[in-house]
Every structure is written in C-alpha cells, then in structure tokens.
C-alpha cells in the first residue's frame, strides 16, 4: 500500500504520463528565422519542437476528467496542454496563412490552441445573417473547420468558444438586442431566448455540419478537446452594473429573485423573520413583499441610504449580511441552472468534449457553481495589465506598474492569482494568461507562470495571444508573435511544462471555504493564503467538499494567511524553484533545467550545477537538457537568454500617482521594427556548468541562444558582432553562417567568434 507521503507526491493516477518525443535540435533543414524583424511568424527558437507533438491530434480518444482532477485520454494517457490563444481577426484568414501560423505555433511545441472571439459580427454571426435559415457565415466557418484540420494534422489540439463577442440582434427575437453588448452580459445566464439561441448555435456550430477537412463534425472530433459556454459573462462578473440592463432583463431578473425567494421562504412573514437582524430590525423593506415580487434586487454593496423611509422615520429595510448572502445563493442557483441546461443540450448534440464556463471565479459562490455543474474551471492571469482613464477605454495614454513579479506584494503574482481559480477535483486551465508589454518584466513573468503553473501540476496553460496578420509586426499589450521577450522563451517554457523538468509539488494543501464563507458579501480571500502556492500544491475546497487523497492539510484562509510569512526567500518543497524576493530573481534549480530570471548581476548567481553571471540588469537566462539527461552529462542542450524589447517610436514616461498604483505610462505604441537594444560589449554574460565555463556572450541587453547538438553547436544572437566562446571546443573553431539560402562558407576562426551578420544562425564545430 502507498503511504501518505507517497500520495503526495502524486503517484496515483488514473492512467500513464504522457511522454513527450524529444525535439529536433539540429537547424540546418528547417532553417528558423528568430528575429521577428525578418520574418511574419518568427519562430521561438531554433530548435524544432514540432517533433514533440504527436500527430494526428485525437488518436489518443476524446478526452475526460479523471477521478484525481485531472484530465486524461481515452487510452490512459494524461492531458496537459501547452497552448496559444488565436482570437478574432487572426482566426479568419486565408488557408495559406493558417498553414504557416500552425507550421510556427507547432514549432515553438504547442500541443493546443484556443479559437476566441469567433463569434462577432466580423466573424461566424454576421448582423445581416440574423433571422437566416443558415445563421453561421460560411466562409468564415471554413477558416474554423481549416484550422481545426492544420491544428489535428500536426498534433495540435483545440479549444473552442462560444459565447464570446456576439451580438445578438432584433431579427433574432431578441428585445432591446442593440442595448445588451456584446455577450449580452449578464442577460445571456437567465434570459430563456438568449439561452435558446446559444443552445442553437452550438448545435449548428458543434454538431449539425461535418468538417470537410476533417469528415468529422467539430463536437464529435476528438482533438476538439475542451469547449467553453460563456467567456467572463454572469451575474456576479457584472453585479454592479446590473442596472443598465434594459428592459424587459432587468424586470425578468427582480422576478426570478423574488421567486428564488418565495421558493426559499414561501410567504413574506417568513421571509422577513429570516431577515431580522438581532436588534429586531428586518432587512425587508416595509414596502417590499413576495407576494406582489416587490423584493429589490439593491443588494451587494448597497448602503442603508438604498433603503429609506419615505416618511422620515426609522427605515424599515436595510441591507445585511443574510440578505446579501441570499441574493449570492440564488445568482448561484440561476448560474447553475444555466450550465445545467447548456450541458445537457451539448451532450444531446453529440459533444465529448470537457465543458467550462468563465464567470467570476474570484467569487467562491460563482466559482461553486462551475466546479458543481461543468467539467474544469477556466481562469486568466495578466501581469501589469495595461490601466486606462475612465472613458478612454483602449486608447493611449494606458498606465502599468512596471514591477517584477518576483517582488510582488499586491497578490498580483502567479500562484496568488491563478490559484483563486483552483478547486480541489477539477482541472484548472489558465484559457489566458500572459505578462502583458510594455512592462520591463515581461520575461521574467513568462518564466514565474512556467515554474509555478509547474510546481502546482495544472492541466492547461493558454498563452494570450498569437497574432496572425503578417502586415503587424509591432509589439502589442497581448500579442506575443513579434515581441522577443514573450516568444523568444515560450517554446522552451513549453517543453519545460510538458516533460515535466520541474517536479509538482510533494504536498498538497487545501483551503476550506465553509459554505457561509461562500456566500460571504465580501468572500474575496486575502493575497497572503494564496502565497502557500509558492511551497506546496493548493487547492480550495468549498463548502462541505471531502479533501481529496494527496492533500493531507486543511487550512482556513486566515491560517494560510498567517502562515505565510512576511515576504522574503520561498522555497518549493521540492526544493527546484527558489523565490528571492529581496533580491527579486527566481531561481530554478532542477536536473534538467537550471535557469534565473528577474534581477541578474555580474556575480555569479548559483545553481547547484551551473553558475549564470549577467552582463544585462533584467532578464531571463536558462539552461534545459533536450535529451532527458541532468545537464552536466547532456549532450543536447539549449541556452536562452532575453532582456527587453521596444517598439520603434515607442513613447513612455511616468506621471504622479499614489503608491502601489500606475505610474509608468504608454503614450505611443511605436512600430516595426523591433528595437531589442542588444549590442556587443566587453562584459560578457558567463554560463558555466558543473564547475567549468560553457560559453560567455560578450553581449548587453538583447536576445541569444546557444544550442549543443552533439558535437555541433549553433549560435544566433540579435547583435551582430557580439562575440561567443565555447571554451569546451578549444581555441581554433569551424564556423558555417546559414541564411534563408542555406549554409555559407565555412571559415576556421580562434575564439571568440564574432556573430556574423546577416545570417539565421552559426554552427559551430572544433577546429
């Protein structure tokens, strides 16, 4: 029998580990441009991890959730997906264009991709298509079923939304259409003809046509992996805004809570008794009453000068606690309904897929009713998400903190954020997440959502966003295509998730929501418990729910919350992934992957097999094995490292604000090209392994990667004439330059070589 420690590792599972191919390492047949200057779809790097997919996607079976929260194959094999967002104009693009989009995201070794806000006017549900038989654009519908097909055919899965932009429309049956939005938010969860026309979309979308690329319907292919009913919608995600429903939705919405209600307590006297406060007073207003369906819906955050006497006297009504955590349980209770019917009518149709909702998963009661009724739990994480000026939504001047991550003290972090989403049995998928530009940090974010998402074993990680239009070859917020910093490291943080180069954690921890807690008006936990995610595996059990095997301690959030410590040094229980917040470096530490990220110095900064000494201030430098074996005996390795990157023309500065908050700000995108400020320099950056010099790269700021390929090693580097030592090839080495044409002239050169300009990338052979 397996004891407890053992449990907590996570050795018992539902079937086999996925186990990843190792990559093609060699360059010289796929010929990769890195420099997203000189290329549409540059790629991540130059290794080919596209040998680590598994074509075709869906030969394993449909995918399901296992009874340990996780997602598996129909074979056994576990589900975990490195993927990338593809959203709305760059869904709908010509054949060509998705080949060479799928060719690039395959690859950097992405195993699944994410096709959002397809549902738009622009998109798959034109206005003028509203009351047609055939309600779906067709050629915009083509692009889905091609990507699908490009996607299965290189082993890449897919994940498919919705309710995301659409607007739904007059000719639809649907009153006031042009005054709800886009997404109908929050009428779409309880309004019986929004619900029907998602219910018929999604049958014509998932079920009623075959993909002719595929022969296959898109709900009964088995590389659709995961579909999602609703994208940040519902009523708790749009509480306080609920009075700018139009008519008839607002009116719709009071009854249903008056007749939540009247199920609940069956008479107004009875009511009122449940509302009575201690000092005698009821939260029933002296002029509300079920019987006429008159109770308000003023509720969350409402004020005692909501509920006045209109004669002056002593209020009768007054908001409370209880009242307040009714008006929660029947949101609950309308979410639930929703999924429920949602659900029912997508399995009808024929879809196998693993079913979310993202609703406000912040809110354990709105979280409680995705975990109960739908198969995972879908969340986002943006690090230093641009701010905006009241009513200049979109448009510059935007505000960010420019923080490193690693020194965070707001809760804003990785673990802290991600993990509010986390309940204990389901898959967690991170459906968007990035650290967002112009923030400095970008990479280091990359790196810390990598390491934890790691650390905590999590299903799915769905980068945000992947640009597909050639002519935009800027840096943006989201899109990470062209930014250096966000791509550059993304198919090696993908392989590192994939192959599991860092261990999950060998504790598991849960936080007990009690149910009252739940329907708490203010049950938002505090960043400080969520800091546990730094150490160990959490999870959150709300209301009654059994702790599952594998997590042997139950905290409440102020125990977690305590027990966290003031900020300083955080060490994984593993032992791999070291967080130095004075210092504000992360530190990974593991047998095939050494790395640091965040705050870099000259010093040495010591791993227990390599040591990394910087000639830049800020970045992201690492080390991984691509052979399986501890890097001190691999013989094919890859090294990357990025700093920062910048817009042509780009204008930022700083403006006067109160502590913690924006004080950088954006005043001009800029444009291509790209400006990574990489130039040589007399200061190298050193790697050195296992007690001896690897390479130094005498090059500031800016991007490079070394690959060893056996005994071949290939250079590239976005500053032209930085030179690079391989001390383990000897003083006299072959270097061979390789353009888009192919290889060069191989020439003999005494270290350290000066990167070439003009090419893709040098191979390097002993002399």
């Known amino acids: 029998m397996l004891s407890v420690s053992l449990l907590g590792v996570g050795l018992l599972s539902l079937g086999r580990l996925d186990e990843v191919p190792r990559p093609a390492i060699a360059p010289e047949t796929s010929l990769p441009v890195l420099d997203p200057n000189q290329a549409p779809f540059p790629d991540s790097a130059l290794v080919d991890f596209s040998a680590t997919l598994d074509p075709p996607a869906g030969k394993h079976g449909f995918l399901f959730v296992g009874t340990d929260g996780h997602f598996y194959f129909e074979d056994g094999t576990r589900g975990r997906f490195w993927g990338i967002n593809v959203a709305k104009d760059s869904a709908f693009v010509p054949h060509e264009t998705i080949e060479q989009a799928a060719d690039v995201i395959a690859r950097a070794g992405f195993n699944l991709v994410r096709l959002h806000h397809i549902d738009g006017v622009e998109g798959l549900l034109p206005a003028e298509r509203a009351g047609a038989a055939e309600r779906i654009d067709p050629e915009k519908l083509d692009a889905i079923f091609y990507w699908v097909h490009a996607l299965k055919a290189r082993g890449i899965h897919a994940y498919l939304d919705l309710l995301d932009f659409r607007t739904f429309q007059e000719a639809e049956g649907v009153p006031q259409a042009a005054a709800l939005g886009r997404g109908a938010k929050p009428a779409a969860v309880f309004n019986e003809r929004l619900i029907e026309l998602q219910i018929e979309y999604a049958r014509s979308l998932l079920a009623d046509r075959v993909n002719p690329y595929t022969n296959l319907p898109l709900g009964r292919d088995p590389a659709v992996v995961m579909v999602e009913l609703c994208d940040e919608n519902g009523l708790f995600a749009r509480m306080r805004k609920w009075g700018e429903m139009p008519a008839p939705y607002l009116a719709e919405l009071q009854a249903r809570w008056n007749f939540w209600l009247r199920s609940r307590y069956g008479n107004t006297e009875t009511l009122r008794q449940a509302w009575q406060e201690p000092d005698g007073r009821s939260a029933l207003g002296f002029d509300e009453r079920l019987e006429d369906a008159s109770v308000r819906l003023t509720g969350v955050g409402s004020r005692d000068a909501d509920f006045p006497s209109p004669t002056g006297a002593p209020r009768v009504g007054m908001m409370t606690s209880t009242r307040q955590a009714d008006l929660y349980r029947c949101c609950q209770s309308l979410h639930r309904d929703y999924f429920a019917e949602m659900k029912r009518a997508l399995r009808a149709a024929g879809v196998r897929a693993p079913i979310t909702a993202v609703t406000d998963w912040e809110v354990p009661a709105d979280l409680g009713a995705v975990a109960e009724e739908l198969d995972f739990i ?124 860092l261990d999950a954690a060998r504790a598991g ?23 546990l995610g730094w150490t160990n595996r959490l999870r959150q059990l709300l209301g009654g729910a059994t702790p599952p095997l594998g997590y042997e301690r139950v905290l409440s959030l102020t125990e977690a919350a305590a027990g966290a410590g003031d900020l300083g040094a955080y060490a994984a229980d593993t032992g791999q992934i070291k967080r130095l917040v004075d210092e504000e470096r992360l530190v990974l530490d593991a047998p095939r992957l050494q790395a640091v990220a965040g705050a870099l110095t000259r010093q040495p900064m010591a791993t227990s097999a390599m040591a990394f000494g910087s000639a830049s201030p800020i970045g992201v430098i690492a080390a991984l094995s691509l052979d399986d074996k501890p890097l001190g005996s691999s013989e094919a390795l890859l090294v990357k490292m990025v700093t920062v990157a910048a817009n042509t023309g780009e204008q930022k500065g700083t403006r006067p604000a109160p502590p913690g908050s924006p004080q950088f700000k954006l005043d001009a995108f800029g444009d291509a090209p790209v400006l990574t400020h990489g130039e040589p320099t007399d200061q190298p950056t050193t790697v050195d392994l296992a007690g001896s010099p690897l390479l130094s790269v005498y090059q500031q700021n800016g991007a490079w990667e070394v690959v060893r390929a056996g005994n071949a090693w290939y250079l590239w580097s976005d500053a032209p004439g930085a030179r690079f030592s391989l001390p383990r090839l000897g003083g006299q080495v072959k270097v061979t330059p390789f353009t888009a044409d192919g290889a060069g002239e191989t020439h003999p050169v005494a270290q350290p070589i000066g990167y070439p300009k003009g090419c893709l990338f040098a191979r390097v052979t002993a002399g």
């Open 509 to 531: 921890v849960v936080l007990r929501r009690p149910e009252e807690e739940c329907f708490a008006p203010d049950a938002r936990a505090p960043a400080a418990a969520f800091r």
């Open 378 to 501: 879908g969340c986002n994480w943006y690090y230093d998400h641009p701010i905006f000026s009241a009513g200049r939504e979109w448009r510059v001047p935007s505000f960010y903190t420019n923080t490193n991550p690693i020194a965070d003290e707001v809760g804003q972090d990785f673990a802290s954020s991600a993990l509010r989403a986390a309940v204990a049995g389901k898959p967690l998928v991170l459906r968007e997440w990035g650290a967002c530009w112009p923030s400095k940090f970008r990479g280091v974010g990359l790196l810390e959502a990598t390491a934890y998402a790691s650390l905590q074993d999590l299903d799915a990680m769905i980068m945000f966003t992947y640009n597909t239009n050639p002519d935009v070859r800027r840096m943006e917020y989201f899109d990470v295509s062209s930014d250096p910093v966000r791509w550059g490291p993304a198919a090696l943080a993908g392989y590192v998730f994939r192959t599991r180069a």
